[in-house]
């Protein structure tokens, strides 16, 4: 049987849940997930700081996690540790971020991100001009209010999403529109069933790359053996 590990970088044990919840359900037959929650740091990486501290416990995490996993993902909208983990483990792990990035960039579409948390837009900019998408990334829209109480407040938080989707579409032109945040899981989720307009939900989009790759090493594998 296949084994994914989801890295939560924070420190919430009900975020890790969630989101290795958001992971199970939509695993193929023959395949199982869990999490893995960070000893230390805070309960929401609200800022580009504590982003950059949580990339040490996210490494410390996947190589526990590489002796008896196929896969992993780092759920975290900044990806922390993510280049670190790759460089160390031969298993494929994907990065949330990176890889709605890449989903929503599909087709040249033209791509913006909706989020609760001011102090990382700039590392999403960031994020896309590394992967050479820039040019189709038509900037951050917020939410207005306190992030962490937004995030313990599911119906606000989706209707504030909603409203910051809908500037990206109608204010910056963009063509599909990212829910830029791992605790931001369900609110995504349920925005993709609830909106006409392309809602791309970042777990999701990191479950789809890493099958892919899971599949692709078996394969290449197999063809050796």
């Given amino acids: 049987m ?106 040249g579409r033209r791509f913006g991100i909706a989020t609760v948390t001011p102090d990382l837009v700039e590392s999403f900019a960031a994020k896309a001009m590394g992967l050479g998408l820039g040019h189709l990334f038509t900037g951050t829209r917020l939410t207005s209010g306190d992030p962490m109480l937004l995030a313990n407040d599911p119906d606000r938080l989706q209707a504030s999403l909603a409203i910051a989707v809908k500037e990206c579409l109608e204010l910056d032109g963009a063509q599909a529109v990212i829910i830029g945040g791992g605790p931001l899981g369900r609110a995504a989720a349920d925005l993709q069933q609830q909106l006409s307009s392309p809602v791309i939900a970042p777990i999701e989009s990191a479950l789809t790359l890493l099958l892919r790759q899971i599949d692709h090493r078996t394969a290449t594998a197999s063809s050796m053996s």
Avoid: W
Wanted: negative net charge; contains cysteine; hydrophobic residues 50%.
């Fill in 2 to 107: 296949k084994h994914i590990v989801v890295i939560n970088p924070n420190t919430s044990e009900t975020t890790t849940a969630m989101m290795t919840d958001l992971v199970r359900q939509s695993l193929p037959a023959g395949m199982s997930a869990e999490g893995a929650t960070a000893a230390v740091g805070v309960p929401m990486i609200l800022n580009s700081t504590e982003l950059a501290k949580s990339a040490d416990g996210v490494v410390q995490m996947g190589l526990a996690a590489a002796a008896k996993a196929d896969g992993i993902i780092v759920s975290a909208f900044g990806d922390p540790g993510l280049e670190q983990l790759r460089a160390l483990i031969g298993i494929p792990v994907v990065g949330i971020c990176e890889a709605s990035l890449l989903e929503a960039a599909s087709g």
